[in-house]
């Protein structure tokens, strides 16, 4: 047993990154294999509205990464990096996304969004800053989905008492 003072072994820290980098694989799959199988149903009944993809999530994250260049190029007059520039205003969008994740604006289940756009800026970094990324960014992305997934059912379930 662990006392909150002891460091983490070596060996659970390692254990723990299996673990995690096994969830994300059985995630990916997951996502797969949802999108077949909601591409099959649209197949089958193409007339339902709640099976065609959400227009929503799409609006949203167009309006986050305008909002983040707006936000960053109006205060960056100095700064003439354009590629620090454009990291800065996808993190920005990333942030703006979340913050509507937090309000309600989007479902648990359309956190996919967090997901492309993450993978979409680790894509954009030198393969040296990969792990960088993953360790200061996706990881604490993560928590943040987590307890905002965990505080959405805990509110969901609260007002149904």
Do not use: W
């Not at 929503?56 to 520039?85: M, P, T, W, Y």
Request: charged share 25%.
């Amino acid at each position: 047993m662990l006392c909150h003072f002891e460091p983490f072994s070596e060996e659970f820290k390692e254990e723990y990154a299996q673990t995690l980098i096994q969830l994300e694989g059985l995630n990916k799959e997951l996502f797969t294999q949802f999108d077949m199988a909601q591409k099959f149903a649209r197949e089958l009944a193409p007339e339902i509205p709640s099976l065609a993809p959400s227009q929503h999530i799409k609006e949203l994250r167009r309006q986050c990464d305008e909002d983040a260049r707006d936000i960053v190029f109006d205060g960056a007059n100095d700064i003439r990096n354009n590629d620090s520039l454009n990291l800065i205003s996808q993190l920005t969008s990333l942030m703006l996304q979340i913050k509507a994740f937090a309000d309600g604006e989007l479902k648990h289940y359309e956190d996919r969004m967090l997901e492309d756009t993450l993978a979409e800026i680790k894509s954009s970094l030198h393969l040296d800053n990969h792990s960088t990324f993953q360790n200061s960014t996706e990881v604490h992305i993560s928590h943040i989905k987590s307890s905002l997934t965990s505080l959405g059912n805990f509110f969901l379930f609260s007002a149904q008492s």
